[in-house]
Structures are given as C-alpha cells and as structure tokens.
C-alpha cells in the first residue's frame, strides 16, 4: 500500500484464484470421437465448458462446480513414461498397438496417444504400455531418418537414432517394442 491508502498492482493480486485445466483428460474422455478435437495450450479457449466456467463460476460467481478436467489445485506434474517417435522423411508414420488400434496422420484410437506434423518431420508419442509396433510406409524415393525417445516426464531416459536410411515408394518398416522401451 501507498501512504495514501491505496493498493499498488502487486498487493491487488494477492487473492487471485488459479485454476488449472488437464488437456489430456479432457482430450481423452471420448478417444476418437470427431465431437472432440485435440486441443493444445494455445486453443484453450475453444472449450465450450472452459468458457462456460469461467463466465459461470469468474465472471458472474453463479457457481462453483468443475468439469472432471478443471480443478482449482496444481496437479501433478505427469511422469508418465512414453515413447516419443521422430520421423524425417518421405515415407508415411503410424503405430499399432497390440490391440490393434492405430494412431496415425488420419486414425487415433489409442489412449494418450498423439500424432502431429510440423511440415516434413512426423512426431507420435505413445505410453510405454502400449507396447507399439512402428509401422513406415514408403510414399516417395528419398532417405529417412527416424528419432526415438524413451522418456518420463521431461527427462530422456534412453534414445535412438537411424539416420540417412534410403528408401523408396516400395519401402516398409516395422519395428516391435514389445517390452515398451528402446
């Protein structure tokens, strides 16, 4: 406080209430289903029950309840251990698991599965308990490169790379993790 009595911008936000949202619950709770899209940080605000809450329970204090993925306490910090796929290349990225389920470019019906394409590099990221099967399906002449990552939370726990490999439209690569690491 000023000696005048009045608050400075750091003592007005003592009383601030977080609240913290789980993506990956609320990206799981109907796995494959095109009423969900799987949203990232940076679209949090495309979740209609997000902005319900916050106009409902912030803006208009008319209620109190959370959806299973909003909770006001920090959680966790997730040191799920997971399989983290890197594909450079010409060829196609998918993974199966033993299941038969597939995560894909086109197919997700894995849980806590992911699949992105950040222009020509393929990423999946998996749980170590799928135990996957990495499927690379040639598309084009070229060489390929495929990263793998055994990691738990942030840390990297053992890695692999297969780099400069030629391939054709004709290739196929299947690689097995029975056991869920490298």
Do not use: C
Not at 90 to 104: C, E, F, M, R, Y
């Amino acid at each position: 406080m000023r000696g005048d009595g009045t608050k400075t911008g750091i003592e007005s936000f003592t009383n601030v209430k977080r609240f913290w949202v789980n993506l990956d619950r609320y990206n799981n709770e109907f796995p494959g289903s095109l009423a969900r899209f799987d949203r990232e940080h940076p679209d949090i605000l495309e979740i209609d029950s997000l902005r319900d809450f916050i106009k409902d329970n912030i803006l208009t204090q008319s209620s109190a309840t959370f959806p299973d993925y909003i909770s006001d306490s920090e959680p966790n910090l997730d040191s799920e251990r997971r399989l983290r796929y890197f594909l450079h290349s010409p060829l196609a990225l998918s993974i199966k698991d033993t299941d038969g389920h597939t995560v894909s470019a086109t197919t997700s019906d894995i849980p806590g599965a992911r699949y992105k394409r950040f222009g020509e590099v393929q990423y999946i990221s998996v749980p170590t308990s799928v135990h996957p099967i990495v499927l690379l399906d040639g598309e084009t002449e070229g060489s390929f490169t495929l990263e793998i990552k055994e990691t738990e939370g942030d840390t990297t726990i053992a890695e692999a790379t297969f780099a400069a490999i030629p391939s054709t439209a004709d290739t196929q690569v299947i690689m097995d993790f029975p056991d869920g690491t490298i």
